[in-house]
Nanobody, 122 residues
Framework: QLQLVESGGGSVQPGESLRLSCTGF????????IAWFRQAPGKEREGVAR????????KYADSVKGRFTISRDSAKNAVYLEMNSLQPQDTSNYYC???????????????WGQGTQVTVSS
């Protein structure tokens, strides 16, 4: 049974933007810490952004600071990843993950989506 579903991926040119969505099914995302990860073929999974529950503290990988923004939409039971000024090195499969414990960018998250592909090329 899917608990998290990502959407919003696609193919864009360098400098363009995308907004990824992570939607909760069964899970109430406001109850969870949510993180976005990405993994490209042949590379290790990388934590991209994380938002805590309650106070909504955020954390970003150095590679995306100032370009990506993570936010919640409680009404839609969703968490977004707004990605601006996309570059070819951002090409990857993007996943969201949820847990009640704040693992920041660790692998211990209990729930994972299946991913959405982002491709940035000219």
């Amino acid at each position: 049974q899917l608990q998290l579903v990502e959407s919003g991926g696609g193919s864009v040119q360098p400098g363009e933007s995308l907004r990824l969505s992570c939607t909760g099914f069964v899970l109430i995302l406001d109850d969870y810490i949510i993180a976005w990860f990405r993994q490209a073929p042949g590379k290790e999974r990388e934590g991209v952004a994380r938002i805590t529950r309650g106070n909504g503290f955020t954390k970003y990988a150095d590679s995306v600071k100032g370009r990506f923004t993570i936010s919640r939409d409680s009404a839609k039971n969703a968490v977004y990843l707004e990605m601006n000024s996309l570059q070819p090195q951002d090409t990857s499969n993007y996943y969201c993950a949820a847990d009640m414990v704040d693992y920041e960018f660790g692998p211990e998250y209990d729930y994972w989506g299946q991913g959405t592909q982002v491709t940035v090329s000219s």
